[in-house]
């Protein structure tokens, strides 16, 4: 029977090393690939930045305050306003404008400092950090510092309200950026490395969350980056493999397609079909659709705390090309021993849109991992 026990606990640990090697193997690709279209380096530096008046919206009419932003748990303090302490400043972290990360913190004064868990916030797409304020000052009110970032061509960082399908369109035709995802994940591997630096962060609490093109900047962002020890992406996560297989792409082509217009045509096809939609995006974020989809990168951020919230009608990340992600996420984490810290909830009914209830299940589980 000892000896029987021994050989099992042998294959176990066996087996963890073979997928620590594996995620180690598939995060190094990734890396790569992150690297390989960068701007000329620069060291990190910090510059200050002043409060955005009137933030860049890329839709009209602007989107309204969703109630889902003012349900988030919040703590009373009489004197709130006068205890928030905002920081608006910039990070340099490449040559370019782009390589300015326009970055706004919260977070209560206290006359005893020490380091407190931060969370990083990224925004949908169209909107900017300004969007996330509600989100923000509630994560603070409760002793958390709350960091929001304009992703790639949003907010501070766009110069027309076209600016991010101008971009896309521009890599397609260049293959010199990568806008969609993969250069926001550069910008936040820089942003880990300025929290780990502050004197009133706790380096080994720091959580991300986003919504929809925030989700998916949030899960490569824990793909490619280990300091974020906890992850919750919110309408974000999708096999884009699937997608494609499936004949369930038009959503999230739609959501982007002026990119996909260009391609059609000078693919010279009728119309946008399955080959369109591979190549663009092979072209504009490489291995999206093969090596780094879900079902490959979603399982290695175990044995971090991780939550996927969707919507169990969501057409953008269709629930069941999430089947496959889901499953392997289980066994990874049941492999390392902490099966707790992996969920998913599909809510029922829900399209591609953040609920009330989702902002709460995100609350929730920053409390319990973060806290």
């Known amino acids: 029977m000892i000896e029987v026990l021994s050989?099992?606990?042998?294959?176990?640990?066996?087996?963890?090393?073979?997928?620590?090697i594996e995620a180690d193997r598939l995060r190094c690709q990734f890396l790569h690939v992150l690297h390989c279209r960068r701007s000329a380096q620069v060291p990190l530096t910090?510059?200050?930045?002043?409060?955005?008046?009137?933030?860049m919206y890329q839709e009209t009419p602007r989107p309204p305050d969703g109630e889902e932003m003012q349900s988030c748990p919040k703590e009373n303090h009489c004197d709130f306003k006068e205890l928030l302490k905002e920081e608006n400043l910039c990070l340099i972290t490449e040559e370019g404008e782009q390589g300015r990360v326009p970055v706004l913190v919260l977070s209560m004064k206290e006359s005893n400092p020490q380091k407190r868990p931060a969370i990083v916030f990224l925004h949908r797409t169209n909107t900017c950090k300004e969007w996330l304020r509600p989100l923000l000052e509630a994560y603070a009110s409760r002793g958390y510092i709350a960091v929001a970032i304009d992703s790639r061509y949003h907010g501070e960082r766009a110069s027309s309200p076209t600016a991010y399908q101008d971009a896309l369109v521009s890599a397609w035709k260049t293959g010199d950026t990568m806008p969609f995802i993969y250069?926001?994940?550069?910008?936040?591997?820089?942003?880990?490395?300025?929290?780990?630096?502050?004197?009133d962060i706790d380096p080994s609490r720091i959580g991300i969350t986003g919504e929809s093109l925030g989700g998916m900047h949030a899960w490569f962002a824990a793909v490619a980056d280990t300091r974020y020890s906890v992850v919750v992406p919110i309408i974000g996560v999708q096999g884009f493999r699937w997608a494609i297989a499936n004949g369930k792409w038009q959503a999230r082509v739609n959501s982007i397609k002026t990119i996909f217009i260009e391609a059609q045509k000078e693919l010279n096809k009728s119309e946008?079909?399955?080959?369109v939609v591979e190549k663009v995006w092979d072209?504009?974020?490489?291995?999206?659709?093969?090596?780094f989809d879900a079902?490959?990168?979603i399982p290695i951020i175990a044995p971090r705390p991780l939550l996927i919230l969707t919507g169990e009608k969501d057409a953008r990340c269709p629930l069941q090309g999430l089947r496959v992600p889901q499953l392997r996420a289980v066994q990874a984490y049941e492999n390392a021993g902490c099966p707790d810290k992996f969920k998913m909830i599909a809510?029922?009914?829900?399209?591609?849109?953040?609920?009330?209830?989702m902002v709460k299940e995100t609350s929730d589980w920053f409390d319990r991992y973060l806290r």
């Open 295 to 297: 079902p490959y990168t």
């Open 347 to 357: 809510e029922r009914g829900i399209w591609h849109r953040m609920t009330p209830s």
């Open 183 to 199: 250069d926001t994940v550069w910008d936040l591997i820089k942003v880990a490395d300025y929290l780990t630096e502050r004197d």
């Open 46 to 55: 910090v510059e200050p930045g002043r409060p955005v008046l009137e933030p």
């Open 272 to 275: 946008i079909d399955e080959e």
């Open 7 to 20: 050989s099992v606990c042998q294959s176990k640990k066996t087996m963890e090393v073979l997928e620590a």
């Open 283 to 291: 072209k504009i974020a490489p291995g999206l659709a093969s090596q």
